[in-house]
């Protein structure tokens, strides 16, 4: 089995209403325009596209950040970008998303980043179901959704009580193929220490702990946006994407399903 999986495209720095300069989109906005929309290269993400279908991938993964302040505009803008993957039906398409296409508590924002995420989901799932397992022949992936609102300049996330229960009876059942956790948020840093608390997974610790003993055998995420991959003592991998646009990094990631190891390569897009 081979997952191609890249994260945070960030399409942005949009003002579609008057109230977006009284809320923390102006913060977001401001910051994506003076200092990260020179990083982000759109290139990448079409150079990325096309080796995906050359590639030819059993599965890929997107795992969130399509939007920088979750503007109308700019999840239109990441559907409309994103929309060859959805229409190549070669492959398992999988996208979760991540804290800034949940910038703030705004309803109509987040009816555009459920109902765009239903589309690049194929409609086959809706995000209000996830936890959810998808079971293929290779292996069980886990998608999460683990975005909330923040204030000022927290970019951290959440993990339910409830997700973890379902979680953890999915993976208490030993299983010939891996379990594979899809999320945005690292449950580590690349050196395997906590992430600091401004931009961490709160109520992540029953993840962490399946991840150390092995009983989650890969956990594919994105939110840094340097790519790193970690292996835990138990042989788990944890593998951040990083940002595509401006990291220029696809992640390949190849399953032998005899074995049941894997082996991991950087695609560089630069």
């Not at 990083?39 to 590639?55: F, G, P, Q, S, T």
């Not at 998608?143 to 009876?169: C, F, H, T």
């Not at 594979?180 to 840093?189: A, E, F, Q, R, T």
């Not at 990291?247 to 630069?270: A, R, Y």
Request: charge should be negative; aromatic fraction near 8%; hydrophobic fraction near 35%.
């Amino acid at each position: 089995m081979k997952i191609l999986h890249f994260s945070d495209i960030h399409t942005g720095g949009h003002f579609n209403s008057l109230k977006s300069l009284f809320d923390k989109r102006i913060i977001g906005t401001i910051n994506y325009r003076l200092r990260r929309k020179k990083h982000v290269l759109w290139d990448r993400l079409d150079r990325a596209i096309e080796i995906i279908k050359n590639e030819k991938p059993d599965v890929v993964i997107n795992t969130g950040d399509i939007t920088s302040v979750s503007e109308p505009s700019e999840f239109l803008e990441a559907q409309n970008r994103l929309e060859p993957l959805v229409k190549e039906d070669s492959f398992l398409f999988l996208n979760v998303p991540g804290n800034h296409d949940y910038y703030t508590n705004n309803k109509l924002h987040f009816a555009d980043r459920n109902t765009t995420y239903s589309y690049l989901n194929r409609a086959a799932f809706e995000l209000e179901e996830l936890p959810l397992k998808i079971e293929t022949e290779a292996a069980t992936f886990i998608l999460v959704d683990e975005s909330r609102p923040n204030k000022g300049s927290l970019s951290s996330g959440i993990i339910s009580n409830e997700a973890i229960d379902k979680i953890e009876k999915w993976t208490s059942f030993k299983q010939d193929k891996p379990y594979i956790l899809v999320g945005h948020y690292p449950l580590k840093d690349k050196l395997g220490n906590p992430l600091a608390q401004r931009r961490h997974l709160e109520n992540s610790e029953p993840l962490v702990s399946l991840l150390e003993n092995g009983k989650i055998n890969v956990t594919l995420c994105g939110h840094i946006h340097a790519p790193f991959i970690r292996k835990e003592n138990s042989g788990a991998l944890e593998v951040c994407a990083g940002s595509l646009t401006i990291g220029g990094k696809l992640n390949k990631l190849e399953l032998n399903e005899s074995t049941g190891e894997f082996t991991h390569s950087w695609i560089d897009l630069n």
